[in-house]
């Protein structure tokens, strides 16, 4: 199963895949190409190689799923050029590098998951990423921060018309954040990002 490609259900058959029982059915790294409409509810995740990465996917909710990640990973969850994207009740955890990061990602949410333990920033959200929300998440234990709306993206990497800025429209919201070496919270290259009653502890250690 590390590999998906074009697998389309749609709003009203979704492709589901679900656990008998949370936490009981464990896959290995997982790449997936072009798939929409798709549910992943109760799955844990575990390998040596980056977890999950989905490309020019729509439609996807992950929910109640567990991402194991560790130092040798670069990115623990990726998604890129992809819309309607959620992920709820989730915990991903380990990376050298991001726990979590969105490229090119427009319209969804990040809500109620915990992210931590990453090298670099815990979550990231850039490349022309627009119109999220992230919200009530623990975000803890990462190198260069917690959660960034934006960065700096190539512009092969941006999906037109979002070329201007890195972030568009992003709310990051009722998060708690805490033993960052660096800041809590960061905008970088953003129009209309809104941070919203978070809450910040025991960070910039070492910078900001």
């Known amino acids: 199963p590390t590999y998906w490609q074009r697998k389309w259900g749609t709003a009203p058959a979704v492709v589901t895949l679900r656990a ?3 936490g009981t059915a464990v896959l290995p790294a997982v790449n997936m190409f072009a798939l929409h409409w798709l549910v992943i ?8 190689f980056d977890l999950f990465h989905c490309e020019q996917c729509t439609h996807v909710l992950i929910k109640h799923s567990e ?12 998604f890129n050029q992809s819309s ?9 955890i380990g990376a050298s590098q991001n726990p979590l990061q969105f490229v090119a990602v427009r319209h969804g949410a ?13 979550a990231y959200f850039k490349g022309g990423s627009a119109d999220l929300l992230i919200a009530r998440n ?28 890195e972030a568009y429209r992003i709310v990051i919201a009722r ?9 809590g919270i960061g905008v970088n290259g953003g129009e209309q990002v809104a941070l919203v009653d978070n809450r ?8 900001h």
């Open 200 to 207: 910040l502890w025991d960070t910039g250690s070492t910078s």
């Open 138 to 165: 623990r975000v803890h234990d990462c190198g260069t921060g917690g959660v960034l709306a934006g960065q700096g993206t190539g512009l092969q990497f941006m999906v037109a018309p979002y070329f201007r800025y």
């Open 110 to 122: 990040v809500t109620d998951d915990v992210l931590s333990h990453g090298g670099d920033w815990c």
């Open 41 to 48: 509810d109760g799955v844990r995740f575990q390998d040596v």
């Open 84 to 92: 309607w994207i959620y992920l709820r009740h989730d915990t991903i």
């Open 175 to 183: 998060n708690w954040v805490w033993r960052t070496q660096g800041a």
């Open 67 to 78: 991402f194991d990640g560790s130092q040798q990973l670069l990115d623990t969850v990726k």
């Open 20 to 22: 008998a029982r949370p």
